[in-house]
């Protein structure tokens, strides 16, 4: 037997490991949770805290992206989409991001089209998209975070938007080389929107592929992600 | 705000960490009544004596356990659950492959661990407030009552349209229910010109092929597969595609497709195991039939099938010197628990001893005469029909062991039951050339064509004559038994000639012997009923 086949596939073992650190993670912050809750008041909300329950959501949207990247890689993720409330689907986010959002100071608003409120597109995929936004969009936010969906010319638009600093310059310029994946190991805003485009264009309909896009600007003046589902 | 304090919960999970953590959650929530559950079997227990109004299942509880999915299957088929109650899938990691392989039976929402409270607040709310805004079909699905499930979806539709693609699945199923076929078709094609639904190409595909439309239904399938690829669903409908044009190689293939995107799934397993053995491989055979052996243990589609399927893949895997200690071990085992677990199923008894005689032909002739001789014993005195399959094969395990008069009778009957279908009597001409056996059905065959002719030309006192005269020659053949049956009890009003109601209940008596599993026993059952209405 040559010495390849004996080696390891390296993608499957960090896929594997992955996994497990998820899982492990899991476990770890819901033991945090519970531990947490038996201690005063006054302890629970410190600086620490926030911090700690930022990071707990940053790794985790990693590794879920991480697996998802292996998925891609290997053409074996599964896309199911349906319909889904869109009120209740951003709801279920910014839900799970609720303690960061309340240590950081963060006031969080939302806008759905009374009009049209279903979407349709895979609720995981697209959820684990938006998770990763949003953190993201932490990361910059002074003090307020605005998502909202609309419709655009039969599309559905899907935008987080705060009023931070904004997405550098070369970065916007450069958004078509981190969506083709061209020098994708500048950071994990460049990774993470290498993966948010490739799940947006697994989403088609007759032939048109969905999209992501960065600017600056917005009702908030920071950065905007953009999530365009056909 | 949901009024928690009075609602009802379960929460099944393995970890009585997990459970006391959500436990705390629903009570700062303000929930008083909530049972906790660590296995499936105890939550099914729990749900038969108390209706629940959240469910909170995780989805797996443990290696050879029952999992989440096998557990909502039960709830929904045994209707130990309501409609309007509200069950969510707990996952540790993605729920996707879930999602894939649950298509027949969904849960109202997956949650992926770790969940803080307000996430688990927020699920909670707004799936209660879809049951709410679904309320009247939900009711109308607890009821069973398809019409009024479709009468419920136009009304909500009417009521506010922006929600009407939430009410596509219901009413399809309904017209399914229904047999509305024509309109059902045209919803399909509607739903699937604006998105493609998963469940829409499934349905649609399994519609076709229902209504004979096979080639239709294979290029739907080929063309729902290029979308969504990684849909264990699609590939089931495209085996069943293939294995009716015949091409029993290609369906194989498709099936280890959908059995490695979705390996969980007992009746896909032991129809690969059938597939693999009718084209002789024995290998893939054994291995997928132990796994539905296997995975069967927990599920309620458990079959004795499966049992009997692996230990004759692994009789045909042996060599000439027999089989290997692991081999016989594993026979051994699955054959044991076949004549275990039914003990009053005399057909399973012979055939399991069969099967075991005849892996012991080489190794062991003294013990395989011994339950040979039993399995004759028992042979002698069954009134029920084996399928056709079996027959076929314990006539072909009787003649192995050396039991050649016993197995000429097997096939005799064999083709007296079954001898109306062409592939049955090419099974029996396999294995005997006997003109006695191989023309034994062809009068009352010709009979029959002739009654049925009759039948719907409307003569139908000629009609009865004549299959009056093919049931005198083979009094057991199902098929003319149910066209005697169904001739007599035509146009029949309360005032049938108590003399022909007789009749017909002496035919369907017979008839009732087939297996369960005969694809005409739903219309035995119909008859039946109609039989004893008068």
Redesign the interface.
């Known amino acids: 037997m040559s010495e390849i086949d004996q080696g390891l596939d390296f993608s499957t073992v960090i896929a594997s490991t992955v996994?497990d650190m998820?899982?492990s993670?899991?476990v770890l912050?819901?033991?945090h949770?519970?531990w947490l809750?038996r201690l005063p008041s006054a302890q629970q909300q410190t600086d620490e805290q926030g911090a700690i329950d930022f990071e707990f959501a940053h790794l985790?949207g990693m590794l879920?992206q991480l697996?998802g990247l292996y998925k891609l890689g290997v053409n074996?993720?599964?896309?199911?989409?349906?319909?889904h409330?869109l009120d209740?689907f951003i709801?279920?986010q910014?839900?799970?991001h609720?303690?960061v959002f309340k240590s950081r100071g963060i006031l969080v608003t939302y806008e759905v089209d009374p009009?049209?409120?279903?979407g349709?597109f895979d609720r995981?995929l697209i959820g684990t998209v938006l998770a990763n936004a949003i953190n993201n969009a932490i990361r910059f936010a002074r003090q307020s975070l605005l998502i909202s969906v609309s419709e655009e010319t039969g599309q559905l638009v899907l935008t987080i938007n705060d009023d931070g600093e904004g997405y550098p310059a070369q970065m916007i310029e450069r958004q078509e080389q981190y969506v083709q994946g061209i020098n994708p190991a500048s950071g994990s805003t460049g990774l993470g929107l290498y993966f948010a485009a490739r799940i947006a264009q697994l989403h088609q309909?007759n032939g048109v592929p969905g999209r992501t896009e960065i600017s600056n600007g917005g009702p908030l003046g920071g950065g905007l992600f953009s999530l365009y589902l056909p | 705000m949901l009024a928690y304090h009075q609602k009802s919960f379960l929460i099944v999970d393995d970890f009585s960490?997990?459970r006391s953590?959500v436990r705390?959650m629903l009570r700062e929530l303000g929930v008083k009544d909530v049972d906790t559950a660590d296995t499936g079997e105890v939550a099914l227990r729990m749900c038969s004596q108390k209706r629940y109004d959240f469910i909170l299942q995780d989805y797996h509880l443990g290696d050879g356990k029952k999992n989440g999915q096998q557990v909502l299957e039960d709830l929904m088929i045994e209707k130990l659950i309501s409609h309007e109650s509200v069950f969510v899938m707990v996952t540790?990691?993605?729920?996707?492959?879930m999602?894939?392989s649950a298509l027949e039976h969904e849960p109202d929402a997956?949650l992926t661990?770790?969940?803080?409270r307000?996430?688990l607040?927020?699920?909670l709310e707004?799936l209660q407030q879809?049951k709410t805004l679904l309320k009247p079909i939900m009711q109308a699905l607890d009821r069973g009552k398809p019409v009024e499930v479709l009468n419920a979806c136009i009304a909500l539709c009417r009521q506010d349209p922006?929600?009407s693609?939430?009410c596509?699945r219901y009413r399809a199923d309904a017209l399914r229910d229904m047999n509305q076929n024509e309109v059902l078709e045209r919803l399909y094609n509607s739903i699937l010109a604006d998105?493609?639904?998963?469940w829409a190409y499934v349905g649609l595909g399994r519609l076709l092929f229902k209504r004979g439309q096979v080639a239709q239904a294979k290029a739907l399938y080929e063309k729902a597969l290029k979308v969504?690829p990684?849909?264990p669903g699609l590939y089931d409908g495209l085996a069943d595609v293939l294995v009716a044009q015949g091409n029993s190689k290609s369906a194989q293939r498709v099936l280890e497709e959908a059995v490695r995107l979705s390996p969980l799934a007992v009746r896909r397993q032991s129809l690969l195991g059938k597939l693999a053995m009718s084209n002789e491989d024995f290998d893939t055979a054994a291995k997928a039939y132990r796994q539905a052996v296997s995975q069967g243990a927990q599920s309620r589609f458990k079959d004795p099938e499966s049992n009997l399927g692996l230990a004759h893949a692994l009789i045909s895997k042996g060599s000439e010197r027999g089989l290997d200690t692991r081999a016989r071990l594993e026979i051994n085992q699955t054959l044991s628990a076949v004549a275990k677990e039914n003990p009053s199923d005399p057909g399973l008894q012979i055939r399991a001893r069969l099967m075991k005689a005849t892996s012991l032909l080489i190794n062991d002739a003294e013990t395989a005469d011994k339950l040979t001789e039993q399995a004759l014993t028992r042979l002698d005195g069954m009134e029920q029909f084996m399928s056709a399959d079996a027959a076929l094969l314990v006539a072909k395990q009787l003649k192995m062991l050396g039991q050649a008069q016993a197995s000429d009778s097997m096939l005799k009957n064999c083709a007296e039951i079954y001898g109306d279908d062409p592939a049955v009597m090419r099974g029996i001409a396999k294995q005997t050339d006997d003109p006695a056996i191989l023309n034994s059905g062809t009068a009352a065959a010709d009979l029959n064509r002739q009654g049925v002719r009759s039948y719907k030309a409307g003569a139908l006192t000629e009609a009865r004559e004549l299959f009056r005269g093919a049931l005198l020659l083979q009094p057991k053949n199902i098929s003319i038994a149910l066209n005697m049956a169904q001739a007599l009890l035509h146009g029949a009003t309360a005032d049938l000639d108590p003399g022909l109601l007789e009749e017909c209940r002496k035919c369907l008596k017979m008839v009732g012997l087939m297996p369960e599993s005969d694809s005409r026993y739903p219309r035995y059952q119909k008859l039946q009923n109609k039989a004893f209405e008068q």
């Open positions: 996994h998820k899982n993670l899991a912050m819901q033991a949770g519970q809750a985790n879920v697996l074996q993720l599964p896309v199911r989409p349906d319909y409330e209740d709801e279920a910014l839900a799970a609720q303690e009009l049209s409120p279903l349709f995981e309909r | 960490d997990f953590s705390s540790a990691e993605s729920s996707q492959a999602v894939l997956y661990k770790p969940f803080n307000a996430g607040a927020q699920r707004r879809r922006r929600y693609p939430l596509l998105r493609p639904l998963p969504f990684m849909m």
